[in-house]
Structure formats: structure tokens, C-alpha cells
């Protein structure tokens, strides 16, 4: 008897530290991105949704081979061959847009205050 509620208690704590640790698994993972997420949202600032695992590398790297399989000018505009992605973005939600990369897009933003 002894025996049976030592390991019934033993399975309780396993599973409960098990519980415990897939949800802090999925809180970093899924909850907290969506709860910034929406908290920027609701700020205004707009962006693609938060995806798991890749993100919007696919994306990203679509732009990138459709960037370069055009020919460019020398008279033409360089960024979109650069960032293409980046460019996408800014054309689809503005200056200010969420996004993986951390670019400083209006240039009064980077000065130090005086």
C-alpha cells in the first residue's frame, strides 16, 4: 500500500512539473509573441502576424529571388534591390511596421537628443 501512494504521488509531481514546463514552453513560444503582438497592435503599429518556426523567412527570401532575377539600372532605385522585403513592408504598412528586422526607417529617429 505504501508502495502505491509513493509512486502515485511520484507520477502526480511528474506530471505537474511536466505540465508546468510545456506550459513555459508554450508561453515563450506562442502566448507572449501574440500578447505583444496585439499590445503593439493596439498602438497602432501594424506588421505580419507572428508565425511560428520560420516567420516570414519564406517570405523574405521570395522577395529576394524575385529582387534579383530582374535586371537593374544604374539610374534605378537601389533599395528594392537590397531590402527587398523590407521595402515590401514599408510599401504595405509604412514607415512604422512590425517586422523581424530592426531597421530605423524615418531618419530624425536616429539622432541623439542634443
Aim: charged share 25%; glycine share 4%; with cysteine.
Amino acid at each position: 500500500m505504501e508502495i502505491a501512494a509513493a509512486s502515485a504521488v511520484f507520477c502526480v509531481s511528474l506530471v505537474s512539473v511536466l505540465a508546468m514546463l510545456a506550459y513555459r514552453f508554450l508561453d515563450r513560444v506562442w502566448l507572449k509573441p501574440k500578447r505583444l503582438e496585439n499590445c503593439l497592435m493596439r498602438q497602432g503599429l501594424s506588421g505580419s502576424t507572428y508565425r511560428l518556426v520560420y516567420g516570414d523567412s519564406r517570405d523574405e527570401n521570395k522577395a529576394c529571388r524575385e529582387a534579383n532575377s530582374k535586371p537593374i539600372n544604374l539610374s534605378d532605385d537601389i533599395v528594392p534591390r537590397l531590402l527587398p522585403y523590407v521595402n515590401l513592408q514599408i510599401k504595405k504598412y509604412g514607415k512604422f511596421f512590425i517586422g523581424a528586422h530592426w531597421f530605423i526607417t524615418i531618419c530624425s529617429l536616429r539622432k541623439k537628443p542634443a
